[in-house]
């Protein structure tokens, strides 16, 4: 925890002719983006491998039909194909996981009061008029929502509810155009198909969970997740720009 500190600091310095005294919340986004410069490659990786899920939809059809009268020879048929093409499942799940120590750090970093036996200097630090180990809570209590403190809020829920519509559009076309397997089939739940159909109707509005984040985490916690939530919406948006959305997308949006 010291050293993460120590580099927060050190990176608040080199930014402060810029930024004054807003220099630390810019260096936790400066952070956010280099956390996020480096786990691009799998974001790539991740990209490549929904890209060739798109490609092999033909013969996931294909294998549906052979198999649809028995449901675990579907599954597992289904799974030899993307094996062949060494197309795994979860590799979407690699960048999120990959972020998670970094948030966690920067939640305790600006949540405890004392590091190695010190006061946490890094709480007298603001973005603007708000303290940046204060939450939306201590916003509220002084002055409002439309406080100098409550403001900067403002700013962020609008900035996240801009990025969460932008991604839930999007997310919500390409799954129109690249549906899922049925949870059901022959009058038969497929094994494994219904969880994955629930979380395919919530997916999309997951972004908007992001607006309950921002709203109970300290603000530097805040603008980490605010920062990288804005770099996934435009990193997606150009890594999956050649996946087709297709008409029935834009009719099932409209």
């Known amino acids: 925890m010291t050293v993460f500190a120590s580099l927060v600091e050190h990176l608040a310095d080199l930014l402060n002719p810029l930024f004054q005294a807003s220099a630390m919340a810019a260096a936790i986004v400066l952070f956010t983006a280099l956390v996020r410069l480096a786990i691009h490659p799998l974001s790539r990786a991740t990209a490549r491998g929904q890209k060739a899920r798109t490609k092999l939809a033909p013969q996931v059809a294909e294998l549906r039909n052979k198999h649809s009268k028995n449901p675990e020879r579907m599954q597992k048929a289904i799974m030899e194909l993307h094996a062949a ?20 750090l920067m939640y305790h970093l600006f949540s405890n009061q004392r590091i190695g036996g010190e006061p946490n200097s890094l709480l007298s630090h603001k973005l603007f008029a708000s303290p940046l180990g204060d939450r939306w809570s201590d916003a509220l209590a002084d002055g409002g929502v439309f406080g100098s403190h409550g403001l900067v809020y403002v700013g962020l829920f609008v900035l996240v509810a801009a990025v969460a519509t932008f991604n839930y559009r999007r997310t919500k076309l390409q799954m129109a155009a690249n549906p899922a397997l049925p949870a059901v089939q022959g009058g038969q739940q497929l094994p494994g198909m219904g969880a994955m159909a629930t979380m395919t109707k919530i997916m999309p509005l997951m972004s908007f969970a992001t607006l309950i984040t921002v709203a109970v985490v300290p603000l530097a916690a805040a603008l980490y997740v605010v920062t990288s939530t804005t770099w996934s919406a435009i990193e997606r948006a150009y890594l999956y720009r050649d996946i087709p959305v297709g008409g029935a997308a834009l009719a099932t949006a409209a």
Do not use: D, H, N, R
């Not at 197309?87 to 990959?98: D, I, Q």
């Open 85 to 104: 093409e060494k197309v795994s499942p979860l590799s979407g799940c690699l960048p999120s996981l990959f972020q998670i120590p970094a948030f966690f």
